[in-house]
Structure formats: C-alpha cells, structure tokens
C-alpha cells in the first residue's frame, strides 16, 4: 500500500533554478492537492485538481504551476525558484467526499 | 476570513499524564473538523474526523470533542507515551470547491520520560 508517494524527499535550489516536485498516489482518488508547510504556520493550499486534465488555483498559489495529465499523477513546477520558496512541501489526494485525505511524506525544498 | 487558531503553541508533558489540546475555529460552513498528527519530517496522520452533529470521537488514547455552537474543538490525550510528541493539527474541511481544508498552525507536544 504506497499511498501517496512523493520525490524527491530533499532538494537544493539555486534562485531562478526550475524543478518539478512529483507527486503519485495509487487510490484512484479523484482530487489531488499541493500544499506548502512553513514553520509557526498551518498548511497552505497551492493548487489542486479535482480530476485528470484540471487545476485550480488555492491559496497562494503565486509561482508555482501545475499539470494532471493522467489521474494518479500531480506535478508541482517552479519556473524560476525564490528564496521565499523555501519550504515543506506535502501531496495529498481524496476521493470525492471529505473523508480519506491522503498525505504525502513531504519535500523540503531549500532555495539558496 | 476563514481562520482555526490552536492553542497552547507548544507544551511539555510527563509520560504518563494527561493533556488537551484546543482549537478554535471560524470556518462556515464546515463540513467535518479533523484533528491530524505530524511526526517530525512526515505528512499529517488523521486521528479523528467529526461531523457538525458529532459531539466527541475517539481513536484509541485520543479523544476529540466538538462543540458547533461555540465553534470549539479539543483534542485529549490520555496516559501519554514517548511516541505521542508530534504536532497536532486542528482542520477544517469546507464542504465546497473541491473539499479544501483549513489548517490550524499546530501544537507540539513533547512527551518526557
């Protein structure tokens, strides 16, 4: 049971780098999100989808872009990465109702 | 603006002993209150999931309590272990748009021997 999976764990960046965080998840979960964790604060909602070929946009989402082209994979992107960028960032998926959130273990991301 | 707001930050207890955790929320409408525990360096586990119309819910030595009216939830841990120091989330899932959730910043609890 993978769950939801993400790579890379860890990762260096220098400013105006680009990467993509990918995120799996194999239970056929109809929603995936990306969030972002700072120390002090709660988790912040990046973007999401809410199926295979959509995304929107949460809370800051500023930065950052996404893709879900096939329905168990959601990619984050950073164009062009900012100090201001450095962080924990968590996958998670759900089915359609509100129960069974998923999370990832999380990729800290250290853009210097 | 949708807020939940935990309280204390942060605190230290005896193994053995009791704690609770609170949370205070502005989230309407809320769909369910979760409480999630965070060990250092992996995603947030779900401890326990309430409805509106739930009143208390328990997972083994945690015990979560919810009261709508006053937009309160509390987290209790009994007869604490070494394996219980983690942070603990306090969440709320808004029922539109994709089931976002709204994050509490978090208590970290250390458990010492």
């Known amino acids: 049971n993978a769950g939801v999976t993400q790579t890379p764990k860890f990762r260096v960046l220098k400013t105006g780098q680009s990467m993509t965080l990918l995120c799996a998840q194999d239970m056929n979960h109809e929603y995936m999100y990306w969030y972002r964790q700072d120390p002090g604060m709660g988790l912040r909602l990046i973007h999401y989808s809410v199926g295979e070929g959509t995304t929107a946009k949460g809370e800051v989402p500023d930065g950052y872009n996404v893709s879900r082209l096939k329905k168990q994979n959601f990619l984050l992107g950073l164009e062009s990465a900012a100090p201001s960028q450095t962080s924990v960032y968590f996958c998670?998926?759900?089915?359609?109702?509100?129960?069974?959130?998923?999370f990832g273990s999380g990729t800290r991301l250290t853009v210097v | 603006k949708n807020q939940v707001e935990q309280s204390p930050q942060s605190l230290i207890i005896l193994e053995g002993k009791n704690c609770t955790l609170q949370?205070?929320?502005?989230?309407?409408?809320?769909?369910?209150l979760r409480w999630y525990k965070q060990d250092t360096g992996r995603g947030p586990v779900s401890l326990t999931i309430m409805t509106f119309s739930e009143n208390t819910k328990s997972n083994r030595r945690y015990t979560a309590t919810l009261d709508a009216d006053t937009k309160q939830s509390s987290l209790h841990i009994t007869a604490s272990q070494l394996s219980d120091s983690a942070s603990y989330i306090c969440v709320v899932a808004r029922p539109l748009a994709g089931n976002k959730l709204t994050f509490g910043g978090g208590t970290r609890v250390l458990v010492k021997p």
């Open positions: 998670a998926s759900s089915s359609q109702g509100t129960h069974g959130y998923t």
């Open positions: 949370c205070n929320y502005t989230v309407s409408p809320f769909s369910n």
